[in-house]
C-alpha cells in the first residue's frame, strides 16, 4: 500500500509541499522571485501594477501554504502525541493517567503544570542546595 493510499492524497500533497516550501532551494527561489521584481521596477517605472503583481502573488502564495502547512503541522502533532502515549504506557513507573492527557480540561492541565513545576523546584533546592527563598542570591 502507497503513502497517497494510507494517508490520502492531501495529507502526501500538504506534507510533501510543507517540506519542500521549507527547503534551501525554495528560499532561493524567492529571493530570486523578489530581486527580478525589484529590479525589473524601473522597466515599468515602479506603476501600481509593478507593485500589484508581488501584493498579489505573495499574498495568495501566503494563503494557499498556510493551510497546507497547518494540515502538515497537525499530523506531525498528532504522531508525536501518539509515540508519547506509547512511551508512557509502556514504562511500569509512568502515570499511565496522562495518555491522552490532549483532552484534559484546561484547568486540570494548569493543575499538572503546577503540579509538577513544584516538583521541578524542589528537585533544584534538593540538587543544588539553595535556600528556598529564592531571594538575594
Same mark, same amino acid.
Request: a neutral charge; hydrophobic letters at 50%; charged letters at 20%.
Given at each position: ?34 530581486? =527580478?521584481?525589484? $529590479? ?8 501600481? @501594477?509593478? +507593485? *500589484? ?12 501554504? =498556510?493551510?497546507? $502547512? ?8 498528532? @504522531?508525536? +502525541? *501518539? ?28 493543575? *499538572? ?25
Amino acid at each position: 500500500m502507497t503513502d497517497m493510499q494510507k494517508k490520502g492524497w492531501f495529507a502526501c500533497f500538504a506534507q510533501g509541499t510543507a517540506t519542500l516550501a521549507g527547503s534551501a532551494g525554495a528560499f532561493a527561489l524567492a529571493i530570486g522571485v523578489v530581486l =527580478v521584481w525589484a $529590479v525589473s521596477g524601473p522597466l515599468f517605472h515602479f506603476s501600481e @501594477v509593478w +507593485q *500589484l503583481v508581488i501584493n498579489t502573488g505573495t499574498t495568495i502564495v501566503t494563503f494557499l501554504m =498556510v493551510f497546507l $502547512v497547518q494540515n502538515a503541522q497537525n499530523r506531525d502533532g498528532k @504522531v508525536i +502525541q *501518539l509515540k508519547l502515549d506509547e512511551l508512557i504506557r509502556a514504562v511500569e513507573t509512568a502515570n499511565t493517567a496522562y495518555i491522552g492527557m490532549d483532552d484534559m480540561s484546561e484547568a486540570e492541565l494548569e493543575a *499538572l503544570r503546577t503540579k509538577y513545576a513544584r516538583l521541578a523546584e524542589r528537585a533544584r533546592h534538593q540538587t543544588l542546595d539553595i535556600p528556598k527563598s529564592g531571594k538575594g542570591a
